[in-house]
């Protein structure tokens, strides 16, 4: 499995997971959100676990599968297997041929390769849609940063439509080539800040949190509209040591707002859908959060001055 690191490290071009159009989860209004495959951290609770790596992969749903062997038949190579036995990573093609032959739709190539041009076209279709509700188009992923050049140059493309561009990141970036190629074009950030303490953060995510802390400062300053986001993760990031630190550290900078994502299990089944080795993290948490989590959770973040908001 490929890992990303910060900021367009890798030579490929890159690959979108999807385009879910119409969508009222990702920002104000009716959106269409751009998945980018590609993340520097490892997050124990990812829901997009499809989108970690920057390489196309095969994902199954084994209850969709009819076993009829036409996906191993159509593979090259002879790795691909029904239901929800892995392929071997290392021999896969990831061509897709499996996908094509599949007769129930149980397998679906994630990652294609976008041009700006075709994608922002696309992605212009529902600009009625946005006006109307006051939406826009949101790039997500993984970590959009990680292809800068490739998602500045489809914001701008956008921003000259007149269609806003809301940016989701996980903030750990290189500053001088997102704030020059990519900010100027987008009118809103989402910011998810998981943990404030550097030896959890690395824990949990792999990676620490120094380059994001410093990333959310400079954001402060910067005239884009900002919102920080935390994840509520059962026994991550959801006891009151985090969110009374977070809480502070965000009110630190000047903001008086923070949204609470509540945790849900819907990403478990889909890193099971990937082949051996792509997304295997150790998390396994797999109930949703209670309603008297969430309160206290929103209890938490409020004694400490702030306004807890939806995203």
């Not at 879910?20 to 980018?36: A, E, Q």
């Not at 946005?130 to 993984?142: D, I, P, W």
Request: charged share 20%; net charge positive.
């Amino acid at each position: 499995m490929t890992t990303a690191t910060t900021t367009e490290t890798t030579r490929r071009p890159p690959l979108i997971a999807d385009v879910k159009r119409n969508s009222l989860d990702d920002g104000p209004g009716i959106r269409s959100v751009v998945f980018f495959k590609g993340c520097p951290l490892r997050c124990s609770w990812c829901q997009n676990p499809e989108t970690l790596s920057t390489r196309a992969e095969i994902q199954r749903s084994g209850d969709l599968c009819a076993r009829c062997g036409a996906c191993q038949s159509a593979c090259p190579v002879q790795v691909a297997r029904p239901g929800t036995d892995a392929e071997d990573p290392r021999r896969c093609q990831r061509c897709g041929r499996c996908v094509q032959a599949c007769p129930q739709g149980a397998r679906r190539l994630v990652g294609t390769p976008a041009d700006v041009e075709d994608l922002a076209r696309l992605l212009g279709r529902d600009a009625p849609f946005y006006r109307r509700s006051g939406g826009g188009v949101t790039l997500s992923g993984g970590e959009p940063t990680v292809h800068v050049t490739f998602a500045g140059r489809l914001a701008a493309r956008l921003a000259d439509a007149g269609i806003p561009v809301l940016l989701q990141t996980c903030g750990l970036f290189g500053w001088t080539a997102v704030g020059r190629l990519l900010l100027p074009h987008v009118t809103t950030v989402y910011f998810d800040l998981k943990l404030v303490d550097e030896k959890r953060h690395r824990e949990a995510t792999g990676h620490s949190n120094r380059r994001i802390l410093a990333n959310l400062r400079r954001l402060v300053d910067h005239s884009t509209d900002l919102l920080v986001r935390t994840p509520l993760v059962p026994g991550v990031t959801d006891d009151a040591e985090n969110l009374t630190a977070i809480a502070q550290h965000v009110r630190g900078l000047g903001l008086t707002r923070l949204a609470l994502l509540p945790y849900n299990p819907l990403w478990i089944p889909k890193r099971q859908g990937l082949a051996a080795g792509a997304g295997a993290l150790p998390y396994q948490h797999d109930r949703w959060m209670s309603d008297q989590d969430v309160a206290r959770c929103v209890s938490l973040v409020a004694d400490q001055g702030l306004e807890v908001v939806g995203q």
